[in-house]
């Protein structure tokens, strides 16, 4: 079946890294996606890798997709206050080309 | 880059009435427009997708009677939620993919609240 898996909570002090994680069980997903939401908002694509890739960097933004395992991550460098949001991790199955999402990361900033 | 737009951003209404919203791509064209509903704290459920010229197909578990959608050009796509009911309150978010067919860009989200 198609399932996309992230931890809900994450905590991370302003100017560190935050790494976010996801996993997904579809072999079959061409491009895996996140996407960033702040309250209230809709959401706000922030990168994506085709399945073919390994690694894209964009910034401050670093995405990591190990197919094998069937794991994407999100880097971000140096987090800013303006980071805090919730971001959700989807893939688009190329078995009817849906776009399946994760139930979100809310990421905190500590001061 | 690729702006799309929700109308209303919010609405509240009687229980039993209807209401439209509205889903448009300003600068691009899509085939292919997606409409979502978000419960709070919760992720985006997908309701249905809907393709110019063509009947939406619809999730299991969405009734299309209730939800009638109707995209009539490729900028387009509109969702009215039939006599509304309390349990309709969400956030309903709509998307568009690009004629590349990469990626999907998201509105802002119109907010219901049926009292």
């Known amino acids: 079946g198609e399932d996309v898996e992230q931890s809900l909570f994450l905590s991370v002090r302003e100017g560190d890294s935050s790494v976010i994680n996801c996993t997904y069980t579809?072999?079959?997903?061409?491009?895996l996606y996140w996407y960033k939401q702040e309250p209230g908002a809709g959401l706000q694509l922030l990168t994506y890798?085709?399945?073919?890739?390994d690694m894209k960097q964009d910034q401050r933004l670093t995405v990591l997709l190990n197919k094998k395992d069937k794991h994407l991550s999100l880097r971000i460098a140096d987090t800013q206050t303006g980071d805090s949001a919730i971001y959700f991790c989807?893939?688009?199955?190329?078995?009817?080309?849906?776009?399946?999402f994760g139930k979100g990361t809310r990421l905190h900033i500590l001061p | 880059g690729a702006v799309v737009s929700q109308h209303p951003s919010w609405v509240i209404c009687k229980s039993g009435t209807s209401v439209k919203i509205e889903c448009r791509s300003l600068?691009?064209?899509?085939?292919?427009m997606f409409w979502y509903r978000q419960f709070p704290k919760q992720s985006l459920m997908l309701m249905a997708t809907?393709?110019?010229?063509?009947?939406?197909?619809?999730e299991q578990g969405v009734e299309k009677d209730k939800f009638l959608i109707n995209h009539a050009s490729l900028t387009l796509s509109t969702l009215t939620v039939t006599s509304a009911h309390p349990e309709d309150s969400s956030f309903y978010i709509c998307?568009?993919?690009?004629?590349?067919?990469?990626?999907?860009?998201f509105g802002p989200g119109t907010r219901l609240l049926v009292l």
């Open positions: 998307s568009a993919r690009d004629l590349r067919g990469q990626t999907q860009y």
């Open positions: 579809d072999s079959s997903s061409t491009y």
């Open positions: 890798i085709f399945s073919n890739m």
């Open positions: 989807a893939e688009r199955v190329n078995r009817d080309d849906k776009i399946i």
């Open positions: 600068d691009f064209q899509a085939t292919t």
């Open positions: 809907s393709n110019e010229g063509s009947k939406a197909t619809y």
